[in-house]
């Protein structure tokens, strides 16, 4: 194999292990649905084997079906993940088997394939990037199941950096052009394509996410029982929901305590807040006197690169994630304090944009000019309109490997079980 089939290798390797770690538990809590929102986790582990025999091995390999019978089990979009619990899926030690038979045969596909070959699915191992990215992504959605099941002792915390206070509270952002989205990165998806040119004014952006410490302070000044800061169908979500904290957040004895996998701590005031809905960010940010950055300004911030012309992969520039520039990956299961990561700043200074805590932005999914769906509709394309929220940069329950200055991803605006937060921004006075 070469260098580059090395490195597939490597990352299929890594992505299962982690897949099997978060499912290394008993039987009955992987079947046990923990939460409507949420799939048994043994339905994930084997939907990601499925996806991986759908994509590699029948459509870019041409490999008769293994088990046709249970396509429709796994497909997503055939049953809602409330049902899931209801249906004949896999067990676990079967659910093992299958995702490793298939993983066998993936990595004979990947011995014998031309990564040259003109083909879209394997140009570039665009079909191993695919499936690698999809399995981090249902890690990320197992971690979030995991943290809805209170299940203590299940998932590993770790070390991190520690913060920085103090700092510019904001980044300036002069007005002017600059290129959003890619056509060179080989493993973007559809909805990151194609690159095209966007023109904005000047803006200020938070250089820092909303901190724990600046959202209590939205909460006790009041916030939750003030419809001046919320939307309309924000306001009605308020009241509807009866929520007055971020999930996992409860007031006792004066103090704030957050249930994180299972256990309790008092909320850790110097670290970037997360569960909180796009109506939240969205209304804290009115009442901090701004509002929630554009997709554009977001990603302006994070990535464009004004002195070379040209955006950077990571806010830092093209060179990988390292446990210095960014928290991702799961290296601990929270985010690290504020200002951890001074080397990992964007160009115009904006810190901790990937990592940490996916970030709501203003702008609602939606295809770019020239759009044009890849390898599937499904993918991206039936998500585009008003219903899902666009949220950038990554979690540090994300991998690097889908996380990018680019990568976009998408939720409606009342999920809180995602490891979600969120920063400011304001547009420039005129001069
Ligand atoms: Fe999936």
């Known amino acids: 194999m070469n260098d580059f089939k090395e490195r597939i290798a490597a990352e299929l390797i890594a992505v299962r292990d982690r897949s099997l770690a978060y499912t290394e538990a008993e039987d009955d809590l992987l079947v046990r649905q923990h939460s409507p929102l949420m799939s048994p986790l043994v339905w994930d582990l084997a939907h990601v084997g499925n996806y991986e025999?759908?994509?590699?091995?029948?459509?870019?390999?041409?490999?008769t079906p293994l088990r046709p019978e249970i396509d429709d089990i796994y497909d997503a979009f055939k049953t809602p993940r409330k049902d899931r619990p209801t249906l004949p899926f896999l067990r676990p030690s079967e659910a093992?088997?299958?995702?490793?038979?298939?993983?066998?045969?993936?990595?004979?596909?990947?011995?014998?394939?031309?990564?040259?070959?003109?083909?879209?699915?394997?140009?570039d191992g665009f079909v191993f990037g695919l499936v690698i990215q999809h399995e981090h992504q249902h890690d990320e959605t197992m971690l979030a199941t995991l943290q809805l099941s209170r299940q203590p002792g299940m998932v590993r915390d770790g070390a991190l950096p520690p913060g920085r206070p103090g700092g510019a509270d904001e980044v300036h952002v002069p007005a002017g052009p600059f290129l959003m989205g890619t056509d060179t990165l080989p493993w973007a998806y559809d909805n990151e394509r194609p690159a095209h040119r966007v023109d904005l004014p000047a803006y200020w952006i938070d250089r820092l996410p909303v901190g724990n410490a600046a959202y209590a302070a939205f909460i006790e000044d009041g916030g939750y029982h003030d419809p001046r800061w919320w939307t309309p169908e924000g306001w009605k979500w308020r009241q509807e929901s009866g929520v007055f904290a971020p999930l996992f957040w409860v007031k006792d004895g004066g103090t704030w305590w957050r249930s994180r996998f299972g256990r309790t701590e008092p909320v850790p005031m110097d670290e970037p807040v997360q569960h909180v809905?796009?109506?939240?960010?969205?209304?804290?940010?009115?009442?901090?006197?701004?509002?929630?950055?554009?997709?554009?300004?977001?990603?302006?911030?994070?990535?464009?690169?004004?002195?070379?012309?040209?955006a950077r992969k990571y806010p830092w520039g093209d060179q990988d994630p390292t446990p210095e520039l960014a928290n991702l990956g799961h290296r601990a299961a929270r985010p690290a304090p504020l200002g951890a990561y001074p080397g990992g700043a964007s160009p115009y200074g904006a810190e901790q944009m990937v990592g940490d805590v996916w970030e709501w932005t203003g702008t609602w999914f939606d295809g770019y000019p020239g759009f044009s769906a890849f390898p599937y509709r499904e993918y991206s394309e039936v998500f585009f309109g008003r219903d899902y929220r666009v949220l950038r940069g990554g979690s540090w329950a994300a991998d690097p490997a889908a996380v990018r200055t680019t990568f976009r991803n998408w939720d409606y605006p009342i999920r809180r079980q995602i490891f979600t937060g969120f920063r400011c921004a304001r547009t420039a006075e005129q001069r």
């Open 53 to 63: 025999e759908l994509w590699v091995l029948r459509a870019a390999a041409g490999i």
């Open 277 to 310: 809905c796009w109506y939240e960010a969205d209304a804290y940010a009115r009442w901090a006197g701004k509002r929630l950055p554009t997709e554009a300004e977001w990603e302006k911030a994070c990535g464009w690169d004004a002195a070379t012309g040209r």
């Open 96 to 123: 093992r088997d299958y995702i490793g038979g298939v993983r066998g045969r993936v990595l004979d596909v990947l011995d014998a394939v031309d990564l040259e070959d003109p083909s879209p699915l394997r140009r």
